[in-house]
């Protein structure tokens, strides 16, 4: 190649197979507010793939009002599922965990058995978008004194806290992970919520990403958003630890 053509070669463009694992999704069909039948689940999947994902983990919300699942509605889906998954995309390995509500629920939850995200004793936990659950800290405390690590669901959504808010801080200092939704960096909640994400980033407090797809609207961000220069600039810092942790 020239000189020339070197110079002005666009740098090229890299793909999920960066993050390699998704640790956050609601691909399990008619079970929460993700996808409502197997057919949109395996559209989306491959879709995932196609970006380079390698390896999903399903986490179907579970909560003491809205959804109130457990192993018991969870694991047959998973099953179904993984059985589809395996004669059309045979490349894709799929797992799953839960997406817990940190609610009036979350402490009995933890009595009776997380479903961990991993072998290494991780629980994905999100806090309410309108006020944090009062108990939140003794509940995550109580969580990390057991040996477990919670992993924060997209802490750049809870606009109740400006980014820096001594909470987001604290917990990261007591060992809380914190996961930013791939969507949010992609603009897909608006400017605000990407800029909180990015934020989030440049302060040191993210070492994970999720992508939180629910239907195509979010697969679409996801997808598209591999064109943005912020998410390659992302993407290529190494930021996301996805690989080691969950690989
Ligand atoms: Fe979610």
Known sequence: MSLINRIFRKPELIDYSAIGTDVHSHFLPGIDDGCKETEESLMLLKRMYECGFRKIY????????????????ILPVFENLCNAVSEVIPGLELQVAAEYLVDEGFE????????FLGNKKHVLVELSYF?????FRNVLQDVLMKGYT?????????????VDEPVFENLHAAGVLF????????????????????????RGFVSLAGSDIHNARYADAVCDGLNNKKVQEILNSGVFKNPEIFG
């Open 131 to 135: 006020n944090p659950f009062p108990e």
């Open 58 to 73: 399903c986490t179907p919300h579970i909560q003491a009002e809205y959804f109130r699942n457990s192993r018991e509605t």
């Open 150 to 162: 919670p992993v924060l669901a997209h802490p750049e959504r809870y606009l109740y806290w400006p």
């Open 179 to 202: 996961q930013v939704n791939l969507p949010s960096i992609c603009g897909y909640y608006g400017s605000e919520v990407r800029k909180r994400a990015i934020d989030l980033i440049e």
């Open 108 to 115: 009995k939850q933890v009595k009776d058995g997380l479903i």
